[in-house]
């Protein structure tokens, strides 16, 4: 009823900037109760209509985020693509960069040493929730064939609040990448969905995730493992 009451309330609102921030405050009360993704899904159609502009520019991770959980990723990419216009300070643009990296079909063009680099110096003080965070993209990113540079690898090792793992057993892992060498696309699939099991793509199951992404991308599947790796950013806030 009370998701109801919000997303009645932001159809009624006529102004866009009324309207996204009835959808932001919204989704952050979501977040804190786990149950961003059903709320973000209620306000997908809504999202969809509104257009980037200067004065949305603090919605612009939001807007994207909402839009990656209804697949809708080519909308999400103009979102995203907005922090590169030069009215955007480079705080903004350097939260969303991490999104822009994983929606783009070449991560490898766009997060080299170089780039990888002046974003982290962009961002300026690390926390621990902001730590963990910067663990996973770089996980992510790592898996699907980017090179990190040794010296942000070294964040990780000092997390003071590492995320669970739960990743797959050993047989699995192997199976999985016996099934990607051989060329098995079937095999591959259906060991990827079983190494992602329940907890699907929790951040907690980010080891599943690394392996299924790798495996996919070997044959091919790479919307399919950029999905995958969407999917865990949004869920750990990226």
Same mark, same amino acid.
């Given at each position: 009823?009370a998701?109801?009451l919000?997303?009645?309330?932001a159809?009624?609102?006529?102004?866009?900037?009324?309207? #996204?921030? !009835?959808?932001?405050? #919204?989704?952050?009360?979501?977040?804190?109760k786990?149950q961003?993704?059903?709320?973000?899904?209620g306000?997908?159609?809504?999202?969809?209509? *509104?257009?980037?502009?200067?004065?949305?520019a603090?919605?612009?991770?939001?807007?994207?985020?909402?839009? !990656?959980?209804?697949?809708?990723?080519e909308?999400?990419?103009?979102?995203?693509?907005?922090?590169?216009?030069?009215?955007?300070r480079?705080?903004?643009?350097?939260?969303?960069?991490?999104?822009?990296?994983l929606?783009?079909?070449n991560?490898?063009?766009i997060?080299?040493?170089?780039?990888?680099?002046?974003?982290?110096?962009?961002?300026? =003080?690390? =926390?621990?929730?902001?730590?963990?965070?910067?663990?996973?993209?770089?996980?992510?990113?790592?898996?699907?064939?980017?090179?990190?540079?040794?010296?942000?690898?070294a964040?990780?090792?000092?997390?003071?609040?590492?995320?669970?793992n739960? +990743?797959?057993r050993?047989s699995l892992?192997?199976? *999985?990448?016996q099934?990607?060498?051989?060329?098995?696309?079937?095999?591959?699939v259906? *060991?990827?969905?079983?190494?992602?099991?329940?907890? +699907?793509?929790?951040?907690?199951?980010?080891?599943?995730?690394?392996?299924?992404?790798?495996? *996919?991308?070997?044959?091919?599947?790479?919307e399919?493992?950029?999905?995958?790796?969407?999917?865990?950013?949004i869920?750990?806030?990226?």
């Open positions: 009823a998701r109801a919000l997303i009645q309330a159809m009624n609102s006529e102004l866009p900037e009324t309207r #996204a921030k !009835i959808i932001a405050e #919204a989704l952050k009360l979501a977040r804190e786990g961003w993704r059903l709320m973000a899904l306000f997908a159609p809504m999202v969809g209509t *509104l257009t980037p502009s200067s004065e949305l603090w919605f612009l991770g939001d807007a994207a985020r909402i839009l !990656i959980a209804a697949n809708n990723l909308a999400a990419r103009n979102w995203v693509s907005f922090a590169k216009e030069d009215e955007l480079d705080g903004k643009k350097a939260e969303l960069w991490p999104l822009y990296v929606l783009s079909e991560p490898n063009g997060a080299t040493q170089e780039a990888l680099l002046t974003w982290w110096k962009a961002r300026g =003080n690390t =926390n621990e929730d902001s730590a963990t965070r910067i663990r996973i993209f770089f996980s992510l990113i790592n898996s699907m064939g980017v090179t990190i540079p040794s010296e942000l690898w964040i990780g090792s000092d997390d003071p609040k590492p995320v669970k739960f +990743g797959p050993a892992r192997n199976a *999985l990448s099934a990607a060498a051989a060329g098995s696309p079937g095999g591959t259906v *060991l990827s969905l079983i190494a992602l099991g329940d907890r +699907g793509t929790d951040p907690e199951n980010l080891s599943a995730a690394e392996i299924s992404i790798v495996a *996919l991308k070997r044959l091919g599947f790479d399919e493992a950029r999905a995958i790796a969407l999917e865990i950013a869920e750990a806030g990226l």
